[in-house]
């Protein structure tokens, strides 16, 4: 057997010995990591809640003040700040979302608790259990001709799924 030959030989047995595994590990690795990236969940209930809130802000069904064909958005008609009016707008068929709106303006405060069993479930949010989302909201509230400068508060609770 030649020095060529020998050479050759044991570059073939390096290859077989560690290069050739090597490879098949790093194949079966990336396969790992590819296949938990696309089997992953993406639990999109944590985008619905601004979506909620920016809906009772601006839409004339909801709370927006709506005069003739013009919609001032964030100004709130205080005749609409009533619980039937927020379960309409929103819609909210589940027991499994709560929302707390606190109109604060002239000294004056107004909470409405939408599907009430969620207004002693605060602790939820602390513990993990639930998708929570709160904003405060400078608006203007206009109450027949006039108008105040005032906050609204926006709460909503939404249960993770089991």
């Not at 290859?15 to 639990?43: E, H, M, Q, R």
């Not at 379960?87 to 589940?94: M, P, Q, T, V």
Request: hydrophobic share 40%.
């Amino acid at each position: 057997m030649s020095e060529e030959d020998a050479f050759t030989q044991s570059k073939d047995t390096f290859y077989l010995i560690f290069i050739i595994p090597a490879i098949f590990v790093i194949i079966i690795l990336t396969l790992f990591l590819f296949s938990g990236i696309a089997t992953k969940d993406f639990d999109v209930r944590e985008l619905e809640h601004p979506f909620l809130m920016q809906r009772l802000l601006y839409s004339p069904t909801c709370l927006a003040l709506h005069e003739g064909e013009r919609v001032q958005p964030g100004t709130l008609d205080l005749s609409k700040f009533t619980p039937e009016r927020i379960a309409k707008c929103i819609s909210i068929r589940e027991n499994e979302i709560g929302m707390k709106a606190t109109l604060r303006f002239r000294g004056e405060t107004r909470e409405i608790f939408l599907n009430p069993l969620f207004e002693p479930r605060n602790f939820l949010c602390d513990l993990g259990n639930a998708f929570c989302s709160s904003n405060s909201y400078y608006v203007l509230v206009a109450d027949g001709n006039q108008y105040f400068g005032g906050y609204l508060d926006l709460t909503v609770i939404q249960l993770k799924p089991r």
